[in-house]
């Protein structure tokens, strides 16, 4: 019985538990998981990827949106409303100018200037 007995070459039990270890990558995200460096670099690449994407995404999105605004300018009924808004916008900006706000700090710059020059 003893010749039917021979040795075992397998390996142990925790050899085969480590290996498997190997070769799934827990080693490694082990290993990422103590570095704060790394974890660090990889969280700002990621920061910087998300906000260069949520860029060019909201450019593409908004080109689009304002693309389709302007084709519906050329609709019979909601064409007239978008002119409407366009023109009283234009008028509005024709109008004012913003030149009675420049005008007001141009008095208080001149007020100011003033009671310098008397004190």
């Known amino acids: ?10 390996s142990s039990p925790d ?4 290996k498997a270890f190997e070769a799934a990558g827990v080693v490694e995200y082990l290993q990422y998981l103590k ?4 974890i660090m670099w990889t969280n700002f690449l990621a920061g910087i ?7 060019v995404g909201m ?16 609709l019979p009924v909601v064409g007239e409303y978008f002119e409407k808004i366009e023109a009283n916008i234009q008028e509005y900006a024709e109008k004012t100018n913003y030149t009675d706000e420049f005008d007001r700090m ?14």
């Open 59 to 74: 450019t593409v999105v908004l080109g689009i949106f304002i693309w389709i605004l302007t084709q519906l300018v050329s």
């Open 106 to 119: 141009n008095r208080l710059l001149e007020q100011i200037n003033e009671n310098l020059r008397n004190n």
């Open 49 to 55: 990827s998300r906000g260069f994407g949520i860029t």
């Open 35 to 38: 570095s704060t460096r790394k």
């Open 15 to 18: 050899k085969e538990l480590i």
């Open 1 to 10: 019985m003893a010749s039917n007995m021979t040795s075992s070459t397998h």
